[in-house]
Each structure stands twice: as C-alpha cells, then as structure tokens.
C-alpha cells in the first residue's frame, strides 16, 4: 500500500502544481488520492491536454527547431471549411506545377535549339551534342528550360550512346517530352487524388477514365450505354495488378511507373493496326470481346453467371458478377505473372491453409483424368504427375507447396496449367512429341525448298 502511495505521489509531482498538489495529498488518504487523479486525467483525456503538453515540449526543445512537424491529420469530413481549403490549396499547387512544364511552342523551342547546336559530323542520319553545346543550349534556352537539361541527364544518356562524349538530339528531346508527359498525367491524375495523399481509389480512378473516353479517336464508336463496363473493364486490370493486396487504393506513381497507362493512351492515335488493337486490353474490340463472352455465358441474362455458368472465384449468393468475372479472366490471361498465381493459388487452395498438398493436387486432376478417359486416351497415373510438379516446384519443405514457392521455381505458370485446364495439361504431356514433329515439319519443308 505504501509503494501504491508513493507511485500516485511521483505521478502528482509531475504537474505545473505538483509542490502545492503533494502537500495537499501527504493529508489524504489513498482512495482520495486516486479519485484527484481519476478526475484529472479524465479531463486531460477529454481535452487531449497530454497532446497539447508534447506538443508544446517539442517546441520548447531543440530539436523541433532543426525538424519541423511533418505530419498533418487530414480534416475531418464535418469540418466543411477546412475541407474547402484544403482542396483550394492542392488546386492552386497543381496549377503552378502545371505552369513549370513545357508547352508545344517550348518544345518546339527546344528541338530548334538541339539542331542547330549538335556537334558534328552526322552519325548516319542521326545528330549528336557533345555537352559543351549541350551547356550552351541550356544557357540560351532559359531558367524553365534548365531542369530537363542538366549534368545528371546527360550522364545517363552518355551511357548508352553509341559515340562517347556525344548523346543523341533525338533520343534528348524524346527524353524531354516523356517527362513532360508523364509530370503532366501525374497532374491529372492527382486532380482526382481529393485526399492529396498519393492514392487514388477504385471511384477516383473510374471518374479519370470516364473523362478520358471523349479524346480517344479509338472509342469514338462505343455506344453512351457501353462506358461504364468500359470503365470497369479499363480499372479492374489497374487493381488487379496494382493492388494485388485488395487494400481498395492504388498508388499514383505505381500507374505512372507501370506499361498499362502507355497502352491506355495509344487509344489517341488515329490509326491503330488491328493485330495491335486485339493485343490492347484497353481497346474497344478488346472490351467488347471480353464483355461478349460474359453476356454468352450468362444463360439466364440476369447479369451474374451462377456455378453451372462458370466455376469460379463465386460471389453473391453463389454467382459472379462481371467485376469478379474481369478479374478471373485477367489471372487466366496472364498465369506467369505473380498476382495471378495469387489469385488462382487462392482457387486452388481448398482446404484454406495455405499451401498444396498432394490431397489438392489430386483433387483438381481428377478432373483432367475425367477429360483423360472422354478423349478415349491413355490414362495417365496421378502419382507420376504428382512427383514431377513437386520436382518442377522444389518446395521448401517436400511435403506441401506454397504460394512463395510456386513463385520462386518459375514454373508457376505450367503447375496451375496442367492441373485446372485440359488441353494445357496434354500439350504438356505430349510436349516432346510436339516438339519431334515441328522439327520433322520443318525438316520437310527444307527439303522442298
């Protein structure tokens, strides 16, 4: 009791009346005692005073002169003001970021300037600048100018240029102009960022692309009913791929840094060849493909496709909705890359722990066997299968496969292949014959030319 007594003393001292307060409780007794300093800190809780304290503590110090406060809690929604200037003081940035880039006529400016100053002789027909003409052009360009012609750019160039000491006009100016264009989207797309913290979410995304459709040439014929499963169909291989956590948010920079924003805006040129628009997942042709099969599945036409439509990933009431059914088609689509192996490894793990086991493996190849014995073909003995996928993957423990395993071996792509579609599984099997008869063929071939 004693030891309780002295502890809630010591706690009492540490207030700007702490002299006054231990007097006054050296008369109390100890269930007084612990009733000031209920009252008191309740009241400090309320009025977040123990925050206000640090907080003052840190100015006072020394360091808080050298680190200023970095961190700023957004305002809360109720917070109407706040909120309205918050969202002012990221427009007015924006815009002045917006004023910093180059125009058409600078850039037209710039590519004068490289011309005129390149170093010669002509290598071929491309020119090149040694970096004393490149200091000049970037003396006489001016101070906007200065931050796409520095030290720094012309070492990387120099790097991969073909001539030492000299680097490219053209590969320079398409350097400029891709630098320009990628602060320039960062800048549309952080219009949409309302929280200002360098994410986008699925809507915010949705609202980009949707006022993106009217300056593509490519979607001009897409009918008015068709742009929100255009704009699904476009965001769900965003966060398919971008955010493979399914946290609900993507980061801007992670679009900037990735090729799906590249093959968006193809979509501005006028002519795009036929081969290249069925390759775009972006495309109209590509969308409305992907958008036909769905619609042809789903035999009842209540917009979801039910188990006998399509086993799958299931959601509502065991059906799939066209969402859940872009995101299947995108794992199957592209089986190699990691964010698909997660999303089918999730499939594939029925017994929900984590990994394969044998048990799994022979779970979905009873299937292929069924497929086996419809095509009158020769068995195939699971044990066989069994051991050579556990010898592709080399798991770290032999007994199971997990996700990081299936991953790491390289192999992930062939192991959920043969196990989940047939016709994978039997160009597999017959890999080697495959491979004796297109050597044949073109023996053949040879010999008649």
Same mark, same amino acid.
């Given at each position: 009791?004693?030891?309780?007594?002295?502890?809630?003393?010591?706690?009492?001292?540490?207030s700007?009346?702490?002299?006054?307060?231990?007097?006054?409780?050296?008369?109390?007794?100890?269930?007084?005692?612990?009733?000031?300093l209920?009252?008191?800190?309740?009241?400090?809780?309320?009025g977040?005073?123990?925050?206000?304290?640090?907080?003052?503590?840190?100015?006072?110090?020394?360091?808080?002169?050298?680190?200023p406060?970095?961190?700023?809690?957004?305002?809360?929604?109720s917070?109407?003001?706040?909120?309205?200037?918050?969202?002012?003081?990221?427009?007015?940035?924006?815009?002045?970021?917006?004023?910093?880039?180059?125009d !058409?006529?600078?850039?037209?400016?710039?590519?004068? /300037?490289?011309?005129?100053?390149?170093? @010669?002789? #002509?290598? &071929?027909? *491309?020119?090149?600048?040694?970096?004393?003409?490149?200091?000049?052009?970037?003396?006489?360009?001016?101070?906007?100018?200065?931050?796409?012609?520095?030290?720094?750019?012309?070492?990387r160039?120099v790097?991969?240029?073909?001539?030492?000491?000299?680097?490219?006009?053209?590969?320079?100016?398409?350097?400029?102009?891709?630098?320009?264009?990628?602060?320039?989207?960062?800048?549309?797309?952080?219009?949409?960022?309302?929280?200002?913290?360098g994410?986008? !979410?699925?809507?915010?995304?949705?609202?980009?692309? /949707?006022?993106?459709?009217?300056?593509? @040439?490519? #979607?001009? &014929?897409? *009918?008015?009913s068709?742009?929100?499963?255009?704009?699904?169909?476009?965001?769900r291989?965003?966060?398919?791929?971008?955010?493979?956590?399914?946290?609900?948010?993507?980061?801007?920079?992670?679009?900037?840094?990735?090729?799906?924003?590249?093959?968006?805006?193809?979509?501005?040129?006028?002519?795009?060849?036929?081969?290249?628009?069925?390759?775009n997942?972006?495309?109209?042709?590509?969308?409305?493909?992907?958008?036909?099969?769905y619609?042809?599945?789903?035999?009842?036409?209540?917009?979801?496709?039910?188990k006998?439509?399509?086993?799958?990933?299931?959601?509502?009431? &065991?059906?799939?909705?066209?969402?859940?059914?872009?995101?299947?088609?995108?794992?199957?689509e592209?089986?190699?890359?990691?964010q698909?192996?997660?999303?089918?490894?999730?499939?594939?793990?029925?017994?929900?722990?984590g990994?394969?086991?044998?048990?799994?493996l022979?779970?979905?190849f009873?299937?292929?066997?069924?497929?086996?014995?419809?095509?009158?073909a020769?068995?195939?003995?699971?044990?066989?299968v069994?051991?050579?996928?556990?010898?592709?993957?080399?798991?770290?423990?032999?007994?199971?496969?997990?996700?990081?395993?299936?991953?790491?071996?390289?192999?992930?792509?062939?192991?959920?292949?043969?196990?989940?579609?047939f016709?994978?599984?039997?160009?597999?099997?017959?890999?080697?014959?495959?491979?004796?008869?297109?050597?044949?063929?073109?023996?053949e071939?040879?010999?008649?030319?």
């Amino acid at each position: 009791m004693n030891g309780f007594r002295e502890k809630l003393l010591a706690n009492l001292d540490k207030s700007k009346e702490s002299d006054i307060r231990a007097q006054q409780a050296a008369t109390k007794t100890d269930d007084e005692i612990e009733d000031i300093l209920f009252q008191r800190y309740r009241e400090e809780l309320a009025g977040n005073a123990r925050l206000k304290q640090v907080i003052e503590r840190g100015k006072s110090s020394d360091t808080y002169r050298f680190i200023p406060q970095f961190h700023f809690e957004l305002p809360k929604n109720s917070d109407g003001l706040a909120q309205k200037l918050r969202e002012e003081a990221r427009t007015l940035f924006l815009q002045k970021r917006s004023k910093e880039l180059l125009d !058409n006529n600078e850039l037209k400016l710039l590519w004068s /300037l490289l011309e005129s100053h390149h170093s @010669p002789p #002509l290598m &071929g027909e *491309e020119q090149y600048i040694n970096y004393e003409n490149y200091c000049k052009v970037a003396g006489i360009a001016g101070e906007k100018f200065k931050r796409y012609l520095t030290a720094s750019t012309f070492a990387r160039l120099v790097v991969s240029s073909s001539y030492p000491g000299k680097i490219s006009v053209m590969s320079l100016f398409n350097y400029a102009m891709r630098k320009v264009w990628l602060q320039q989207t960062r800048i549309g797309l952080s219009l949409y960022d309302y929280t200002g913290q360098g994410y986008l !979410n699925e809507s915010d995304l949705e609202s980009y692309i /949707l006022e993106l459709i009217p300056t593509f @040439p490519q #979607l001009e &014929g897409l *009918e008015k009913s068709f742009h929100s499963f255009y704009v699904c169909t476009t965001v769900r291989k965003f966060f398919f791929f971008l955010d493979p956590l399914r946290t609900g948010r993507i980061r801007i920079r992670d679009i900037l840094t990735c090729t799906f924003l590249d093959d968006l805006l193809e979509l501005r040129d006028e002519e795009i060849p036929k081969d290249a628009q069925e390759m775009n997942w972006f495309s109209a042709p590509s969308a409305l493909s992907v958008y036909g099969h769905y619609l042809n599945l789903d035999k009842d036409h209540n917009g979801m496709l039910s188990k006998k439509e399509l086993i799958g990933c299931l959601t509502y009431d &065991g059906e799939m909705d066209y969402k859940t059914y872009l995101d299947f088609v995108l794992a199957l689509e592209n089986r190699s890359e990691p964010q698909s192996l997660h999303y089918l490894f999730r499939i594939l793990d029925v017994e929900h722990k984590g990994y394969l086991t044998p048990f799994t493996l022979n779970y979905f190849f009873k299937g292929i066997q069924d497929e086996i014995s419809a095509h009158r073909a020769e068995p195939v003995n699971f044990a066989d299968v069994k051991d050579e996928i556990f010898d592709m993957v080399k798991p770290a423990d032999p007994s199971r496969i997990t996700l990081k395993d299936l991953i790491v071996s390289g192999h992930g792509e062939t192991v959920v292949s043969i196990l989940i579609e047939f016709h994978k599984f039997w160009a597999y099997e017959n890999r080697e014959v495959m491979v004796t008869d297109s050597t044949a063929s073109n023996g053949e071939e040879t010999h008649n030319l």
